[in-house]
């Protein structure tokens, strides 16, 4: 039935046809069967969001057999997440639906494109670490597909949602540098914007403007209209957020000019050009028409999330003399009756704190920071973290530094400072053969590589309560107290290393030949904890036997591996039938320690 045509082959015109530009695939011999054909027609009408022909197409192509039935499954998911909007029960149901496929072992391309799926659906769902690992396995999967610079744009979004900045802004300037290649001019569009809003949430508007610039300067002929306006959109953004008059006003008139050329049309983007919109008539005092301009976003983006936004924005741009004490109460009732965590509400909460603070209610302020600390704690969100730091700073400094230790300790501050003897779990993380590497490099790429380690490292350590004593070099010393300090340390050594891994092959992948190669040893026993030095520098110090040991069970470890003692990975209950027992000759020992190597495999099948 497949006439001459194989899965790889089918795919790229798929994948091709839609980086062209083209409304249906282009590119199959007249032997291919129009039952193919009519599956190619669904395939690119998917990926250009045009839903409404893709059960037609999808109908015609049936009935089909292996491994094309496996294709059919796939497209008809894609579809269906397309219109979940979020729908918890429905991503659930995608991914269980997906993961059966893969059980069925689908051949190598679509695979690959299942793993990218369920990717993104850790991503919705707010499982960046999950997705990372689903994504890197669709890009040793897909080989030089098409669609790999797709992937390298999920990769680039988990790692963001991580907080991992540095590799994600380095994968999505990887991913641009491919698309350049084939001229995937949408594709760059995409990953530019992507690109340009990380700058933002990092504070950088200027590097923002600057992407967005280039792409729009270079590509800006080749685009449709709506790829064009998503640029246009975070140029506005970036403009308000520089605060630059002279640039806002160009910035304006560009999107001004973009929305006219799209006509009568009413498409979500035009949504987030209308917030745009609406924030720039407040700057200019037109209240009115910044309200008409979020009403037009509400009947555009319908997704709860982006609801919870635009509700965020209402009262956000509504002047003090204007705010009702009506709005602010259905404000806070509206952010009060959800379930899952939202930047609508997040942002909510830190308005509200913040006009608790203008009415001279500093505690008030402060208990709203506190309950959406709590929230954002849910999500380990690390941008939502940094925005509520930031508020805690302007309202109360020693509180938020207070926060940040009993973040990563579980402990309060004030314990923090003392001086105890108590039993703990140390962790002394490394990379592996990076001294002598770092010759090699430019002082950049050194410190670009060690921030990368260290930002995959802060969700963990507040996931699993590890609080980090020293940053080493290339190195990391950190300390786990309280209850089920071995466990969490160990499972916090484990998931490092694994993530790391992942941030390795990814690399890899990309034809680099340094990767983040870490290794970890982790002991547990007595240890000494106190503060030193004086006003000028403080830090906290773990002295004794138990850290010398982490340290040294640490040397002794392979790339991706975490070496512990056995006794504590059987107190914690960890198996792991590919571990490795060992004996050591160790510094201060009279005899050989037996040690535990624990290989890391990430979502190997």
């Known amino acids: 039935m497949s006439g001459d045509i194989n899965l790889d082959q089918w795919w790229r015109i798929v994948e091709e046809s839609v980086i062209r530009g083209e409304l249906q695939p282009v590119g199959f011999e007249d032997s291919v069967p129009e039952e193919l054909v009519n599956l190619a027609r669904a395939a690119v009408c ?11 197409y999808l109908e015609k192509s049936e009935p089909l057999k292996s491994p094309w039935d496996a294709v059919h499954s796939l497209i008809q998911l894609r579809t269906r997440l397309r219109l979940a909007r979020g729908d918890q029960k429905v991503l659930s149901d995608l991914r269980e639906s997906a993961e059966a496929l893969i059980q069925n072992h689908p051949e190598l391309p679509t695979r690959a ?101 280039e792409t729009l300067n270079r590509r800006g002929e080749h685009l449709e209209t709506l790829s064009k306006l998503r640029l246009h959109t ?7 957020e520089l ?95 959800l379930d899952k965590v939202m930047e609508g509400e997040i942002l909510s909460r830190l308005l509200l704190a913040d006009i608790a603070m203008e009415k001279g209610c500093k505690e008030e302020a402060i208990d709203r920071l506190e309950v959406a600390y709590s929230r954002v704690v849910q999500t380990n969100q690390p941008h939502w973290l940094e925005l509520v730091d930031g508020a805690f700073r302007k309202i109360d400094p020693a509180r938020q530094a207070a926060r940040s230790i009993e973040r990563f ?47 995959l490292a802060v969700p963990l350590l507040a996931q699993h309560q590890v609080r980090p004593l020293q940053h080493l070099g ?20 484990l998931d490092f290393v ?51 040991l982490a340290a040294r069970l640490q040397s002794k470890g392979e790339i991706g591996e975490v070496v512990t003692l056995p006794e504590l990975a059987k107190k914690v209950g960890y198996e792991n039938p590919e571990a490795i027992i060992k004996p050591y000759d160790m510094k201060g020992f009279d005899a050989p320690v037996s040690v535990m190597k624990i290989p890391i495999h990430v979502i190997e099948e």
């Open 46 to 56: 998917e990926v250009r969001m045009d839903l409404e022909p893709v059960e037609k």
């Open 113 to 213: 494109r299942l793993h990218h799926f369920l990717g993104i659906i850790d991503l919705q769902v707010n499982k960046p670490g999950v997705a990372l690992g689903q994504l890197t396995q669709a890009l040793e999967c897909v080989g030089s597909a098409a669609c790999r610079p797709w992937i390298m744009d999920g990769i680039s979004q988990s790692y963001l949602y991580l907080g991992a900045r540095t590799e994600g802004r380095r994968s999505l300037r990887r991913s641009i540098v491919d698309k350049n290649l084939v001229d995937d001019h949408l594709g760059i569009a995409i990953s530019s914007g992507s690109l340009a809003l990380a700058e933002l949430q990092s504070g950088e508007p200027e590097a923002a403007l600057s992407v967005l610039d």
């Open 234 to 240: 975070f140029c506005l953004q970036a403009a308000l």
């Open 243 to 337: 605060g630059d008059e002279e640039q806002l006003q160009k910035s304006h008139e560009e999107l001004d000019q973009c929305l006219a050329e799209c006509g009568e049309v009413e498409v979500p983007p035009i949504g987030f050009a209308c917030i745009a919109r609406a924030r720039v008539f407040s700057h200019e005092g037109n209240h009115d028409a910044a309200m008409a301009e979020l009403d037009h976003a509400a009947r555009l983006l319908q997704h709860p999330e982006l609801l919870m936004l635009i509700d965020y924005w209402r009262v956000q741009l509504t002047g003090k003399e204007k705010r009702t004490e009506l709005q602010l109460k259905n404000l806070e009732e509206r952010i009060d009756s």
């Open 409 to 455: 300790s579980g402990r309060p501050a004030e314990q923090m400072a003392l001086t105890t003897t108590e039993d703990a779990t140390i962790i002394f993380a490394d990379l592996a053969g990076f001294t002598q590497r770092s010759t090699e490099l430019s002082a950049e790429e050194v410190m670009e590589t060690v921030r990368s380690v260290f930002e």
């Open 474 to 493: 290339d190195g990391l010393l950190a300390a786990c107290q309280g209850d089920d300090h071995e466990k969490r340390g160990l499972d916090f050594a």
């Open 498 to 548: 694994e993530r790391t891994s992942l941030a390795s092959r990814i690399r890899r992948e990309m034809g680099e030949s340094w990767g983040l190669d870490l290794r970890a040893g982790v002991n547990s026993g007595p240890v000494v904890f106190g503060m030193l030095g004086s006003s000028y520098k403080q830090e906290w110090l773990a002295i004794g036997k138990t850290t010398n």
